[in-house]
């Protein structure tokens, strides 16, 4: 997704005076013109492209890197939770029945969305009923998603808008759905968000992402996710401004027609959020063995090799990517056996040549790996996963057990094997916050997972590019995109590793992103770059007007 504004595209704009991530070494400048960079190098070798500069902006110091990729994002859905109710901080069953009964006096919409919650975090994770929250919210659909969005809670307001839904596998009787009931569920809540909702929705996601220092993401829609509209709506507001470019893919098989509606949707694959299984925290994902907390359990398969195997011939016959979401070790296996098979259909030239996508491939037996590589197989991986619940003592642990858990995400064994990462963070699952990714790969709860802050920061970057189809991007230098992200990191201490790259270990600082530019366009600005070492050159407009051309 890229603006068209070729009058501030246009613009010659250079940048100086502090460290510039770059494969030139020593790079302290840059110079953009017509959305590329035209000059990327030591301030000494500016002088050839002053004249005629529309703006000069002294970085003071500040750090210049390529802007973060979010490879797997939910916008809509993020946007949706910014303004909905968040259940994140809630401390058990009374206090999210509080919680809801507080949002819902104060909310009018239609449906009540509620997003966070995670009985794992809970003294006692008894969840609520739907008649609990019937009481909390009278009269009021409500859906509220576990932290994971692989399960939630649904009132009955808003089951009466889909009967079938307590007929459908993954319904309990108690108001808690999983597999088709959610399915339906969030459909059933989807079909209560006006189309202006969803708008804004995407609107404050993309908002929420360039002030992050994100460039890129790769929008991950789905049936069971969101409306095929939202594609439109993001393509709808592209030509309206500046902003954060997305790439599009739909995650439907093919035996329901998802490779073609992907190519009419302007996608890049049929890839994404098709699952082959769910989620740990919802005992959903797929594993070889039964979960350590739910006795002769082991979780729910929804696709099998073949089906996994006609879907990546389909999607390699026509041209675009293939991919699944896959998260236990019984998920993962059944892809690489898909790959298998897909191979004796296609070739393996042609399985490289498409770029086929894996999204999150948790847990997965070692010696599969090197089958990933050998079929150009990328994964697209969460480092904030096991930030959040991975080690001895975390979520995973409790589902899984500590064994297990400490072999989740490893980062180190992809990357030794050959397999492209691309990272990102299943925003709304956990926000957007790359160099928290970067600090999570780092410094992973399993020593031996870890990445280099270097490694981490490129599977970041180039990743997603790569993963998208996009190798020339994710680099400053001469003749690249102008996507690059601008940083304050004041007090940190700089990694010996990398040039200009931060120490990113526990505690230390996290740097604040002051301008995020796209393709030459500024599209997130805190201000603090604007002031007398700014300077204008060329025609007698103000600098406050140029600035305000190029935003």
């Known amino acids: 997704m890229t603006a068209t504004n070729p009058e501030a595209a246009g613009r010659k704009v250079i940048f100086r005076r502090g460290p510039v991530l770059s494969p030139v070494k020593g790079a302290t400048a840059l110079c953009v013109e017509h959305g590329r960079i035209v000059y990327a190098g030591p301030d000494i070798g500016l002088a050839p492209y002053l004249d005629g500069a529309d703006e000069i902006v002294d970085l003071a110091g500040r750090l210049v890197t390529p802007a973060f990729v979010d490879a797997h994002v939910h916008l809509s859905q993020t946007g949706l939770r910014l303004g909905g109710l968040d259940l994140s901080c809630v401390t058990g069953r009374n206090d999210l029945l509080d919680a809801l009964s507080a949002h819902a006096r104060k909310d009018s919409s239609p449906v009540v969305l509620g997003f966070g919650w995670d009985e794992t975090s809970w003294a006692d994770p008894r969840l609520p009923s739907g008649e609990e929250l019937d009481r909390s919210a009278p009269g009021r659909a409500v859906y509220l998603a576990r932290v994971d969005v692989h399960s939630g809670l649904v009132s009955g307001a808003l089951i009466a808008r889909d009967p079938a839904m307590t007929g459908a596998a993954g319904w309990d009787g108690t108001g808690r759905v999983e597999r088709d009931a959610h399915h339906r569920a969030r459909d059933a809540a989807q079909s209560l968000v006006t189309r202006a909702r969803r708008r804004e929705a995407i609107e404050a996601a993309l908002a929420a992402a360039a002030a992050a220092g994100i460039g890129c993401v790769h929008e991950m829609a789905a049936p069971h996710v969101n409306a095929a509209d939202d594609l439109l709506l ?87 990517q293939g991919g699944f979401h896959c998260i236990g070790d019984a998920a993962t296996a059944a892809v690489v056996e898909g790959l298998q098979l897909a191979e004796k259909a296609v070739g393996t030239e042609e399985l490289v040549r498409s770029r086929h996508r894996l999204e999150h491939v948790e847990l997965i037996d070692p010696a599969l790996v090197g089958l990933l590589a050998a079929y ?30 400490l072999a989740t995400n490893p980062w180190s064994t ?57 190798a020339e991007s994710g680099e400053l230098r001469a003749g690249a995109p102008a996507t690059f992200a601008i940083w304050d990191v004041e007090g940190a201490v700089w990694d010996v590793e990398g040039p200009g790259l931060p120490d990113l270990g526990p505690g230390g600082p996290t740097p604040r992103c002051l301008r995020t530019v796209v393709n030459g366009r500024t599209v997130h600005d805190t201000g603090d770059l604007d002031g007398p070492a700014t300077q204008a050159h060329g025609s007698g407009d103000t600098q406050a007007a140029r600035a305000k051309d190029s935003r």
């Open 234 to 320: 993001i393509e709808e507001l592209a030509t309206l401004r500046p902003s954060v470019e997305v790439v599009r893919y739909w995650g439907e098989h093919e035996s329901a027609g998802g490779v073609e509606r992907a190519r009419a949707l302007g996608c890049v694959g049929a890839a994404g959020d098709l699952c082959a299984d769910g989620a740990f925290g919802s005992w959903t994902a797929a594993l070889d063995a039964a979960y350590d907390d739910k006795a002769g359990h082991a979780g729910h398969r929804y696709l099998d090799a073949e089906d996994i195997a006609d879907h990546l011939v389909a999607c390699t016959r026509a041209g675009l």
């Open 376 to 405: 150009g197989t990328v994964v697209s991986g969460q480092p904030a996963f096991d930030a959040e619940w991975g080690g001895r003592s975390g979520m995973y642990a409790t589902r899984l057990g500590p064994t297990r858990a």
């Open 414 to 470: 992809f990357r030794r094997a050959g397999v492209t990462l691309a990272f990102g963070s299943d925003s709304p699952v956990t926000p957007f916050d790359p160099w928290g990714g970067v600090r999570a790969a780092a410094s992973h709860h399993n020593e031996a997972a870890r990445l280099t802050v270097g490694e981490a920061f490129a599977a970041h970057t180039r990743g997603g590019w790569y993963a998208a189809g996009r």
